[in-house]
């Protein structure tokens, strides 16, 4: 199949290299020339393992392109992507101006019968929005169907969850764009849902929200445990078992970031609200992830005192291993809490460099792991990157000025370290 993907943001450039791993032939847009001239070449601007191979082979193959072209990508295709981004407004609400912008240039290019695929996260209602801005706009009177196809992808796994998902989901109010979307996936050999656009959309934000809640769940237990005595990783072993439950996302730390659970948390909660219903639940569960943050800072206070003047390293940036995403990392959350609190802030990530967001001002950038906890009072580690667990902690102890290592993803083996002289201290622990 001919497919057009427009957006090449995270969404956009796995979606688009993966179909073409499909075998189809794929034209990917974006107004960003740079980038575009850029991906042409592979190189990837973003951390995402497998994903440089894949595009390096079909732009080779000629099965994957780049281009700043909407109205070109739009003629040559028969199914259409939009992959832009809706990020939070100031009230949590989805911006959806870059959707609704998109809409209307597809309106105008539209030359044929298309499927015009709402890809990107966007609330109830967008499939019909999509649809009426199309029918306002087009050139002609030419047909297509708008539906909900939503992703499910993991930041540091996203290709393969691409091509392994667990479910592949269409929402559409006709029966036509189902049987061209059953045929573009049905190499997957996924399940699918076929149900209407809302609840397609909703079935995205629900997911989420659901996983943020067994997030902020568990951090709320390892506080439980902390004062009680019990070791919160014994408690999610013992919960894990039980099917029902499971063993995902039950890995108490620092609290959830990234570019998805916040935002979705949010938007569910606005779309709750527009409907007539205080999602109390959903408002607890971004309580209890921003409080989860604050602590941390609050650990810190608990071996340190004041922590004006004091040297803290910390390992982590990212707001999970294997990526460089940094958006609402909760690392950079708690350095913001340390840094307010006076303290001298020293940080490295292994993936730092690919990413063009900074830590929070005031903060130093350290080339290795060693570098940021030379002469630290006390170490704490953000992110769970596996190059951590393998430091050289004999060589760790003696660069530090004391040696305290808080661990915020309890990551560490606590006896290990306490046998070599670290006070170590973990959550849930």
Sequence with gaps: ???????????????????????????????????????????????????????????????LRFSTDTDEAVRSSEIIFITVGTPSGDDGAAD???????????AVAINAYKVVVNKSTMPVGSTRMVQRIIEENIDGLHQFDVVSNPEFL??????????????VVVGSENQR?????????????????VTDPASAEMIKYASNAFLATKVSFINAIANICEAVGADVREVALGMGYDRRIGFEFLKAGPGFGGSCFPKDCRALIDISSHAGYTFGLLEGVMQVNEEQMSLMVEKA???????????????????????????????????????EAGAQVTAFDPAYHANAVTPPAGAALAPDAY???????????????????????????????????????????????????????????
Aim: glycine residues 8%.
């Design 1 to 63: 199949m001919r497919i057009a993907v427009i957006g090449t943001g995270y969404v956009g450039l796995v979606s688009g290299a993966c179909f073409a791993e499909m075998g189809h032939q794929v034209i990917c847009v974006d107004e960003d020339r740079d980038k575009v001239a850029r991906l042409a070449q592979a190189k990837i601007p973003i951390l995402e393992a497998g994903l440089e191979p894949l595009v390096s082979r079909h732009l080779n193959a000629g099965n």
């Design 154 to 167: 993991r930041e540091g796994s996203a290709v393969e969850d691409f091509m392994n998902p667990d479910r």
């Design 301 to 339: 206070r608990k071996h340190l005192g004041a922590l004006a003047g004091r040297r803290i390293g910390v390992l982590g940036l990212a707001f999970k291993a294997n990526t460089d995403d940094l958006r609402e990392s909760p690392a950079l959350t708690v350095i913001a809490g340390l840094l």
């Design 96 to 106: 959806l101006s870059a959707v609704e912008e998109v809409a209307r240039r597809i």
């Design 371 to 429: 570098a940021a906890a030379e002469g630290a009072e006390l170490l704490m580690i953000l992110t769970e990157w596996d190059e951590f667990k393998w430091l050289d902690f004999r060589r760790v102890k003696e660069l530090m000025a004391s040696p305290v290592i808080v661990d915020t993803r309890n990551c560490l083996d606590p006896q290990v370290l306490r046998r070599m002289g670290f006070t170590y201290e973990g959550v849930g622990r």
């Design 177 to 193: 764009p189902v049987g061209i979307l059953t045929e573009l996936y049905r190499p997957l050999n996924a399940p699918l849902i």
